[in-house]
């Protein structure tokens, strides 16, 4: 009797998914839970770890810090964000495709440079903190809470702003012209009709801002001076030289995964039941704004953007600048660069070989599996797709650690190899990829690829070569921020890498925390130029002028 069973591409798919997955995602969870609950010395299984982080005032703060600045941050990015895309969508604004062009470029650097900006301009020795001594002002601290709200506040608004800015283009027009019919204009009118449409986008976007805040570790380890957060924490306590802190560290990163699961569960909840879909047969038209009204919206937007732009600004100006080590002289020279090649030329080749290694598996992963979880439906497929989605729960200095302990003694060794850092960064921006393709074979209709197979071509040929083809475009353009997002990567690298595989990032952090701040802005002016360059090449693919979440 034959067996009906036949073994096909798309199960050699499906199980290299599992194996991806499984493998790279919930065995290294899985040995993260296991060592936060076992004793270091004797292996048994303990409590100790989570009784010691919830007794002592020192380590649960961090948790009341954490929720603090993050939630301060996610109100601030909503206000702003929210307004400037109002704005931006709805009235002609000058300049507006350089303007755009700016937030996005914000968006893309790291934070911990925005941090580092900050230091130069308003650290101790800041460029303003000392004019303003000079004439007897005393600047206020960019350390601490403030300095960490600032900067994250400055660097993540855009993930609101283009999230609203898609949902307004979505707003019909005779929604609008209704409410106006029964009086409803003005401050009324934004909020009882645009605000409660653009709600579900907002709390979408919120997430995105919450989880970056929550998740980010250069910004508050390079001012936060004692304001100590979940992910310095965690990055302190696992390379402490003592022990038993390793399990210690596990252990408060098994707090961190279940703190953004349940936020990542409660917005998905109020989400669900909140959505709607909007269709915009008409959509708002673009009005010009006259008078001084027309004035101060410009100069509003102008500085926000303005603010946002500085750290670009300033570590690409100081990166010219006559320097020795943590002192900027005066004049211009190229020594920065010189040193930077001289001692970081590596690190430059690592980040870019590393990130596109990374950028072709996240390509043949994104479309393969956006294509099994959209037409190849099935409760293994399901399963995959919700895998799919932990990468943006779980943060960078989390799956560091993840990884270390799963792989750090056999039966598969990979700790201090580039392999380990390519994995990082495949896990981590995946999904980018497999949102783009997922969202662009839902604009494919399967009857292009039946007439193909009706006409003979196999399955398999059929993907390769019309469907792929089509999906194209969008996997690209995915795959092309996965590896703007990956060349920025620090969070999980800081924790993986060794002298031989260190990336652009953390050259950039660990010459700040050694005072080379010289080096530090020429390699962060060459990772602002690739950020650009690439995300030029990202409009030119994708035909579009703004970047879309």
Not at 236 to 250: C, H, K, P, R, T
């Amino acid at each position: 009797m034959s067996s009906s069973f036949h073994w096909d591409f798309w199960k050699s798919i499906t199980l290299l998914s599992i194996i991806v997955f499984g493998l790279f995602l919930v065995y290294p969870l899985f040995s993260l839970f296991v060592s936060a609950f076992q004793d270091p010395d004797t292996q048994e299984w303990t409590f100790d770890h989570f009784t010691r982080f919830f007794t002592r005032k020192y380590y649960y703060r961090t948790i009341y810090n954490s929720f603090s600045v993050t939630t301060c941050v996610t109100i601030l990015a909503i206000i702003i964000g929210t307004a400037l895309a109002y704005f931006m969508s709805l009235y002609t604004i000058k300049f507006k495709a350089a303007v755009e062009i700016c937030i996005v470029i914000s968006l893309l650097s790291p934070p911990f440079i925005g941090a580092y900006s900050w230091i130069l301009i308003a650290g101790r020795n800041g460029i303003v903190t000392k004019y303003l001594a000079d004439l007897g002002i005393n600047f206020p601290s960019i350390y601490g809470f403030a300095g960490i709200l600032i900067v994250l506040t400055l660097k993540l608004y855009p993930f609101i702003y283009l999230y609203v800015s898609g949902a307004m283009k979505k707003i019909d027009c005779a929604l609008i012209e209704a409410a106006e019919s029964l009086g409803c204009s003005g401050i009324k009118k934004v909020v009882t009709v645009v605000i409660p449409l653009i709600t579900p986008t907002i709390l979408a976007g919120a997430l995105m801002v919450f989880m970056n805040a929550m998740a980010d570790f250069g910004t508050p380890m390079l001012i936060g001076e004692g304001f100590n957060v979940l992910p310095v924490m965690v990055y302190s306590e696992f390379i402490s030289e003592v022990g038993d802190q390793a399990n210690f560290a596990a252990a408060i990163a098994a707090i961190m995964v279940i703190i953004t699961s349940t936020i990542f569960m409660i917005q998905k909840f109020i989400v669900e039941r909140r959505s709607f879909t909007m269709s915009s047969l008409r959509p708002i038209p673009v009005t010009q704004l006259h008078g001084i009204k027309n004035v101060i919206m410009h100069a509003c937007i102008y500085l926000v953007v303005l603010l946002s732009m500085i750290p670009q600004i300033v570590v690409i100006y100081t990166s010219f600048l006559n320097t020795n080590d943590s002192i900027f002289l005066p004049g211009f020279s190229l020594t920065s660069y010189r040193n930077m090649l001289d001692s970081l030329g590596g690190a430059i080749t690592n980040t870019y070989v590393y990130s596109t290694l990374a950028m072709v598996a996240i390509i043949f992963l994104g479309m393969t599996i956006a294509y099994l979880t959209t037409r190849k439906k099935s409760w293994l497929t399901n399963i995959i797709d919700t895998l799919s989605m932990f990468p943006y729960i779980i943060p960078g200095s989390v799956l560091g650690i993840t990884l270390l302990l799963a792989f750090n003694e056999g039966p598969l060794v990979l700790s201090g190899t580039a392999v380990i850092i390519i994995i990082a960064m495949v896990i981590r921006r995946l999904p980018y990829t497999l949102r783009s393709s997922s969202a662009i074979l839902y604009q494919l209709s399967p009857s292009l690829e039946e007439a193909s197979i009706s006409l003979g071509a196999s399955p398999l040929k059929t993907f390769f070569k019309i469907t792929a083809i089509m999906m194209l475009p969008g996997v690209m353009s995915g795959a092309i921020l996965s590896w703007i997002t990956a060349i920025n990567e620090l969070s999980a690298s800081i924790i993986l890498y060794t002298g031989g595989t260190k990336t652009m990032s953390v050259a950039i952090y660990t010459e700040v925390i050694r005072a080379r701040y010289g080096t530090a802005a020429a390699l962060s002016t060459i990772l602002t130029l690739s950020t650009v360059i690439v995300m030029m090449i990202f409009f030119k693919i994708s035909g579009k002028r703004n970047v879309t979440l």
